[in-house]
C-alpha cells in the first residue's frame, strides 16, 4: 500500500545532528510505520554522513528508508528541491536536520492528513529562538512568539487569503522549511512550472503559495518546533540579503501573481518589499560591492515603479465606474 507521508531530511556534513534527527524520528512514528517513509539526501558530505545513514537504515529496516547522495554539492535550495522531487508518497515533509520538533508532531500531521484528503498545504506553527542568546525571537510584524499568527485547524477558510495573510506578515515564516507539509502532486507540478525556483533563496513561499490556492490549508493553532535563528548561511552572508531583499522576493512575488495571486496582492507586496528595504544594508553593500549592488536594486526599482504606475490608472478606472455621470439640462 502507498505511503501517506515521505519525511525527508536534506543534510550537509552534520552528521551529528542528522543522527540526533534521525533518532527523533525513530521515536516520533513509532507506531505510524505503515503511513511514513523516510528519506536522506545527502549533498555530497565529506564526514561520516553515509555511516549515520546506514546506522539508522539497519536500525530502522522495518520501515522504508531511502536516501540518495549527490555526486557534488548542489547547494541548499537545490538539495531541498531534490527532496521534494524524489517523493511518491501523497505528502512530503522535508525538515532541517537540526531544527528541534515535538514528538507529537508526526501523529497530529498524520491525523490531520488522513482527515483532510483534499488537504494541499499544513503549516505547523513554530516559536523562534536565537542562536547566540538564547532568547525568544519572533518578527516584529507578530505579537508574541508564535510565527503564525491565524488559527485554521480545520481548513475551511481560503487558502490564498490565509497565504496571503501569513506572506505579508512574515515572509521568514512562510520559508521556514521544516513547518511545510505539501501535497506532493502540487509542489512538483510548481517546480515543473518554474523549474529556475532552485535558484531563488525564498522560492519556498512559492512553493506553498502554489499549493495554498489549489487546495484547503490549515494553519495549527499550537506549536510543534522551534526555529534556531542565526544558523542559515544566508543570514550570514550581506550580499545574500541584497539578493533575498532585491531579487528573489521579487521574483517570488511576481510567480505567485503568474499562478492565480491578484494583481493587487502583487503590488501590495511589491511596495511592501520597498518600504520593508534596510536602507543600512543596502549603502553598506553599495560601497563595498558597488557594480554587484546596482545590478542587484536597479530591476527590483523598475518594478516597483512599474507597479506605481498600473496602480494609478487602475484606481482612477475604478473611480470613473463609481462616479454619477454628469448630465446637462
Known amino acids: 500500500m502507498k505511503k501517506l507521508l515521505t519525511i525527508a531530511i536534506p543534510t550537509y556534513n552534520r552528521a551529528q545532528l542528522l543522527d540526533k534527527q534521525l533518532a527523533w524520528v525513530a521515536q516520533a512514528i513509532a507506531g505510524l510505520e505503515s503511513e511514513c517513509e523516510i528519506f536522506v539526501s545527502d549533498n555530497c558530505s565529506t564526514d561520516n554522513t553515509q555511516e549515520v545513514i546506514k546506522k539508522w537504515q539497519k ?36 525538515i532541517g536536520d537540526d531544527d528541534p520538533i515535538q514528538d507529537k508532531a508526526v501523529a497530529y500531521v498524520i491525523n490531520q492528513l488522513k482527515k483532510n484528503e483534499d488537504l494541499s498545504l499544513l503549516f505547523l506553527n513554530f516559536s523562534g529562538r536565537n542562536q547566540i542568546t538564547g532568547e525568544p525571537v519572533h518578527p516584529p510584524t507578530i505579537v508574541g512568539n508564535r510565527w503564525f499568527d491565524v488559527d485554521n485547524e480545520d481548513g475551511s477558510g481560503d487558502g490564498k487569503a490565509i497565504f496571503e495573510h501569513c506572506f505579508s506578515k512574515s515572509v521568514g515564516a512562510v520559508i521556514f522549511l521544516t513547518a511545510s507539509i505539501y501535497r506532493t502532486e502540487l509542489v512538483q507540478r510548481a517546480l515543473q512550472i518554474w523549474s529556475e525556483a532552485e535558484n531563488n533563496w525564498i522560492s519556498l513561499a512559492y512553493l506553498a503559495g502554489y499549493c495554498a490556492a489549489n487546495g484547503k490549508i490549515i494553519v495549527t493553532k499550537d506549536i510543534y518546533m ?23 522576493l521579487p521574483e517570488v512575488i511576481t510567480k505567485l501573481e503568474e499562478n492565480g495571486y491578484s494583481k493587487q496582492f502583487y503590488r501590495r507586496m511589491m511596495f511592501q518589499s520597498f518600504k520593508e528595504a534596510n536602507l543600512k544594508v543596502f549603502l553598506g553593500a553599495l ?43
Not at 560601497?287 to 536594486?297: D, E
Open 226 to 248: 522551534e526555529c534556531i535563528v542565526g544558523v542559515s548561511y544566508w543570514q550570514k552572508d550581506p550580499q545574500s540579503a541584497i539578493l533575498m531583499q532585491y531579487k528573489h
Open 59 to 94: 536500525n530502522l529496516s522495518h520501515i522504508t528508508f531511502k536516501s540518495s547522495r549527490n555526486y557534488e554539492n548542489i547547494g541548499v535550495m537545490r538539495n531541498i528541491i531534490h527532496c521534494l522531487k524524489s517523493a511518491t508518497t501523497k505528502y512530503v515533509w522535508t
Open 287 to 329: 560601497r563595498r560591492w558597488p557594480m554587484f549592488t546596482m545590478k542587484t536594486i536597479v530591476p527590483f526599482l523598475t518594478l516597483v515603479s512599474l507597479s506605481v504606475f498600473d496602480a494609478v490608472p487602475t484606481k482612477e478606472f475604478k473611480m470613473a465606474q463609481t462616479t454619477e455621470p454628469f448630465t446637462q439640462n
